[in-house]
């Protein structure tokens, strides 16, 4: 059975930094594409970062480029989410997620995690 549990969010202020953690298992990982998204109430959910299997190329959505970074220990079966210089804006549930292959959407992954909530404030 593949699990995925995110862990790390919190309530922050304006220009704090947080790293969020998920930790896998039922799953060899470094197989994996791994994904990051985020849904603010009243909005979709949206890519936050992806990653390939290899490191090569990650990719950022277009208000966290910069800001954020996401990273991956296969030894470990955990994925990361360094987020840095945080705004109010950033306030969302945060998932994890894994897939096939890199992809900014959604639906091309296939296991996610429970969610955690980053909240900022300003």
């Known amino acids: 059975q593949v699990r995925l549990m995110e862990s790390g969010g919190g309530l922050v202020q304006s220009g704090d930094s947080l790293r969020l953690s998920c930790t896998t298992s039922?799953?060899?990982?470094?197989?994996?594409?791994i994904g990051w998204f985020r849904q603010a109430p009243g909005k979709d959910r949206e890519v936050v970062a992806c990653m390939a299997t290899n490191e090569i190329g990650p990719t950022y959505g277009h208000r966290v480029k910069g800001r954020f970074t996401i990273s991956r220990d296969n030894s470990k079966l955990t994925m990361y989410l360094q987020m840095n210089s945080l705004k109010p804006e950033d306030t969302a549930v945060y998932y994890c997620a894994t897939g096939r292959s890199l992809s900014d959407v959604e639906g091309q992954y296939d296991s996610w995690g429970q969610g955690t909530q980053v909240t900022v404030s300003s």
């Open positions: 039922g799953l060899p990982l470094d197989n994996y594409a």
